[in-house]
Structure formats: C-alpha cells, structure tokens
T-cell receptor
Framework: AQKVTQAQTEISVVEKEDVTLDCVYE???????LFWYKQPPSGELVFLIR??????QNEISGRYSWNFQKSTSSFNFTITASQVVDSAVYFC????????????FGQGTRLTINP | GAGVSQSPSNKVTEKGKDVELRCDPI?????LYWYRQRLGQGLEFLIY????????KSGLPSDRFSAERTGESVSTLTIQRTQQEDSAVYLC????????????????FGPGTRLTVL
C-alpha cells in the first residue's frame, strides 16, 4: 500500500529564515510520481511540483527547491529566505504511474512565517 | 480558461438528510476525482472517473456515498443519510490522461464544498 508521511505537523519561523518540509513515502511500485501542493488560507490547492521516480535530479525554482532521494524514500521541500506569503499548509502526495492516478496525500505541514 | 468549479461552496445540513455536491471539470479533461478533507487532515481519495471506463470507487467510505458523471462533464457526489462524521471539505479535481510516464498530467483542484452536518 502507498503511504506518505509528513512528520512535521506545524512549523513556525521568522521571515527570511530557510525552512525545510520533510516528506517520506512508501510504495511497492518502481514507477511512481511525487508531488507538492500548497494550500493557502483561501483553501484552494496550488500545484507546486511533480517528479517521477526515474528522475532524482534536485530542482530549484526561485526560492523553492526540492530534494528527491530514492535511497531514503524522501522528497523534501526547502523554502529559502521565507516570506509571510509562504504561510500555508503544504502537502506532499504520491501517485502510481499512469493508469491509476489517484493521489495519496500526507497529513500536511502547516507553515507559519512570522514578520 | 475556466478552472474546476464546485457548488455549493458551503452546505449546512441536518443529520440524516441527503446532500448532492456538484463538480464542473475543466473542459476537455477526461479524468475527474473526488477527495475529502477533514479539518486539519490531508486529502482522502474517494472516487475516480476516466472516460467511459468503470469508475474507481475504492475510496468511498460507505455505501451512503455515491457519485455519477455524465460523459466527460459534470459530476455529482451524493451522500445519503448524512452523519456528523461526514463534515468535511469535498474537493473535486480534473486532469487530462496520458499513458506514457512523461505525459502525466497534474490534477487541477476546485475550491471545494464545505459540508457541515449538524
């Protein structure tokens, strides 16, 4: 069975600090996808990134970066120089390869950036 | 273009009543998903429609829950004899479908329907 664990329930940092959100996953599939979504106070889910299991390259997008390590089944998300607008709940999710694309979500990490 | 829309945005009902939640996917999206998000929790998969294939109902929590989809358009999620534990935000998502690993298409989520069962 697939499972996603986000051990950090809540994180609170001061603006401009760097922060890393952890995500550990379990799957028996050799082909799968990993995702990060942001859910701001408005409630709508915002897609941030998708990685497939064959691509372990880390990715950077502006202040956001992602570290995918198959050896530890982790897909961590780092925000550099955090801003108040980054305050949201962040979800990590897992999906099998095409054909069964339902997402399995972690419980989410509530990130609060204090001015 | 228009995103995924859901109605109503909020629904308050009494225990034991039936409710219907509606989802309008993005035009052209062949796949449609329903998820449930309880307060402070992650999203739980409920049901998945893909074209004319039989839906994947593996996430429906009980036989009080059912969903229909007309072709590749609107979907309705029905909860019969609602219970207080059904109180949650119900989210709908839609996506295109690809069969190659490189062609995975992300799910676009609607704003959700907040259901409160008194």
């Amino acid at each position: 069975a697939q499972k996603v664990t986000q051990a950090q329930t809540e994180i609170s940092v001061v603006e401009k600090e760097d922060v890393t959100l952890d995500c550990v996953y379990e799957t028996r599939d050799t082909t799968y996808y990993l995702f990060w979504y942001k859910q701001p106070p408005s409630g709508e889910l915002v897609f941030l990134i998708r990685r497939n299991s064959f691509d372990e390259q880390n990715e950077i997008s502006g202040r956001y970066s992602w570290n995918f390590q198959k050896s530890t089944s982790s897909f961590n998300f780092t925000i550099t120089a955090s801003q108040v607008v980054d305050s949201a709940v962040y979800f990590c999710a897992l999906s099998e390869a095409p054909g069964a694309q339902k997402l399995v979500f972690g419980q989410g990490t509530r990130l609060t950036i204090n001015p | 273009g228009a995103g995924v829309s859901q109605s109503p945005s909020n629904k308050v009902t009494e225990k034991g009543k039936d409710v219907e939640l509606r989802c309008d996917p993005i035009s052209g999206h062949t796949a449609l998903y329903w998820y449930r998000q309880r307060l402070g929790q992650g999203l739980e998969f409920l049901i998945y429609f893909q074209g004319n294939s039989a839906p994947d109902k593996s996430g429906l929590p009980s036989d009080r829950f059912s969903a229909e989809r007309t072709g590749e358009s609107v979907s309705t999620l029905t909860i019969q004899r609602t219970q207080q534990e059904d109180s949650a935000v119900y989210l709908c998502a839609s996506s295109l479908i690809g069969v190659a690993i490189s062609s995975y298409n992300e799910q676009f989520f609607g704003p959700g329907t907040r259901l409160t069962v008194l």
